[in-house]
């Protein structure tokens, strides 16, 4: 019943830029907490950005000053705006929303990954 539909994962070279959006639609009372995750080969899923509903933000160390986190809380989406680009930001990008599907009864939801490339 409920969807994150990424988009705008692709491929660039070293020191460029890329925005990845995600929108949480279906059933769903409200949306808490939206953020982002990356999984490179091999490697454990790891925390990008997250952003809760009301506006706390925790950022990973190796993308502070390059990567932004916004959301529009009216249309249930989630930006990442990424910067300066480096070839070990090269991953899947994985969409995350806590949602409240019914009183008192929170899910979490994950998108279905979009991949960034960076090209050194």
């Known amino acids: 019943q409920v969807q994150l539909v990424e988009s705008g994962g692709g491929l660039v070279q070293a020191g460029g830029s890329l925005r990845l959006s995600c929108a949480a639609s279906?059933?769903?009372?409200?949306?808490?907490?939206m953020g982002w995750y990356r999984q490179a080969p091999g490697k454990q899923r790891e925390l990008v950005a997250l952003?809760?509903?009301?506006?706390?933000?925790s950022y990973a160390d190796f993308v502070k000053g390059r990567f932004t986190i916004s959301r529009d809380n009216a249309k249930n989406t989630v930006y990442l705006q990424m910067n300066s680009l480096k070839p070990e930001d090269t991953a899947v990008y994985y969409c995350?929303?806590?949602?409240?599907?019914?009183?008192?009864?929170?899910?979490?939801?994950w998108g279905q990954g979009t991949q960034v490339t960076v090209a050194s």
């Open positions: 952003m809760s509903r009301s506006g706390t933000i």
């Open positions: 279906g059933s769903f009372v409200s949306v808490n907490t």
């Open positions: 995350h929303a806590n949602l409240l599907v019914a009183l008192a009864n929170f899910r979490n939801y």
